[in-house]
């Protein structure tokens, strides 16, 4: 069965780290363009991250750029999520997810296939 699984989630303190894995189970991320978002509770869900098949192009939502890096290593068949300087804001659960976008191309919306996501909580 082919599934996207999201790893990392946790309880850290405001200004701490994480790093959210997304691992492909059962098929190859290679050809992918892979989207992070998020859903905090009673909001709507929010893309935060993507990066393209090719891994030229990468996006950030404004209120996580110079604090969050997404990386992608194809040998692994995983896409990370790095999270510094963390707020309780950044408090949600995250998903990634995948679509055949092809080569730099990396949009923050129209993804079909979804992990089932990782809590992450910012909390003192």
């Known amino acids: 069965q082919s599934q996207l699984v999201e790893s990392g989630g946790g309880l850290v303190q405001p200004g701490g780290s994480l790093r959210l894995s997304c691992a492909g189970s059962?098929?190859?991320?290679?050809?992918?363009?892979i989207g992070w978002f998020r859903r905090a509770p009673g909001k709507e869900r929010e893309g935060v991250s993507c990066?393209?098949?090719?891994?030229?192009?990468?996006k950030y939502v404004d209120s996580v750029k110079g604090r969050f890096t997404i990386s992608r290593d194809n040998a692994k068949n995983t896409v990370y999520l790095q999270m510094n300087s963390l707020k309780p804001e950044d408090t949600a659960v995250y998903y990634c997810?995948?679509?055949?976008?092809?080569?730099?191309?990396?949009?923050?919306?129209?993804?079909?296939?979804w992990g089932q996501g990782t809590q992450v909580t910012v909390s003192s």
């Open positions: 990066i393209s098949s090719s891994g030229r192009t990468t």
């Open positions: 059962g098929f190859t991320l290679d050809y992918y363009a």
């Open positions: 997810a995948a679509e055949l976008f092809g080569g730099s191309y990396c949009p923050l919306v129209g993804y079909d296939y």
